[in-house]
């Protein structure tokens, strides 16, 4: 099933490279942007660190190390991915993926038709978030695909403390569209 499911999203050699690319442009941009950045890819049935910018970040509350794992529904990571997946892959992941959903997406989304209109709403906007409570503060995430023809290899998210009003400002602002 992982076979069919990485072919469908580019699991090769020139996915590989189109991240080496992304990688160094995110390392880039880390010192303006300040917020910690990480690269993942999809590597089923969870989201796989590729990089991330976080120990160059004062603003990192946890660090996103090469190599952690974190979940497809509740990151906004994964839902982009999900979401620019094409509908053969994109099906697959929802029927492997729903059952067990973490229990704090059973609010938000209660089926499946909900969670479709919040992937089509974020291939509208081109890109997804989350928000997910910390110990002082809730953490927002907006994320944007990677994309190699058509499809997404991976995806770049910027992770923030929403108690920085500049940045619940900007995530609420970009987030409604």
């Known amino acids: ?31 303006q942007m300040q917020w910690p950045m990480s ?10 660190v590729e990089d991330s910018s976080d ?18 529904l509740t990151t906004a990571s994964g839902r982009v991915v999900l979401a620019f997946s094409s509908a053969q892959a994109r099906e697959t992941l929802i029927e492997l993926l729903w059952p067990s959903r973490a229990p704090e997406l059973y609010d938000l989304w209660p089926d499946r038709a909900a969670l479709e209109r919040e992937l089509e709403a974020t291939r509208e ?29 991976g995806a770049v998210a910027v992770r923030f403390a929403l108690f920085d009003k500049r940045c619940t400002n900007i995530f609420w602002r970009y987030s409604s569209k």
């Open 39 to 48: 690269l993942t890819r999809l590597r089923f049935p969870e989201m796989f």
């Open 1 to 31: 099933m992982e076979d069919l499911v990485m072919a469908a999203l580019g699991g090769d050699d020139a996915a590989v490279e189109r991240l080496e690319t992304v990688r160094a442009a995110m390392h880039a941009a880390a010192p």
């Open 125 to 153: 906007r081109g890109f997804s978030r989350a928000i997910r409570p910390l110990r002082l503060t809730e953490q927002g995430s907006i994320a944007v695909p990677v994309m190699l023809e058509g499809e997404p290899v």
């Open 55 to 72: 120990r160059d970040s004062g603003f990192a509350v946890e660090f996103f190390e090469r190599g952690v794992s974190l979940p497809v």
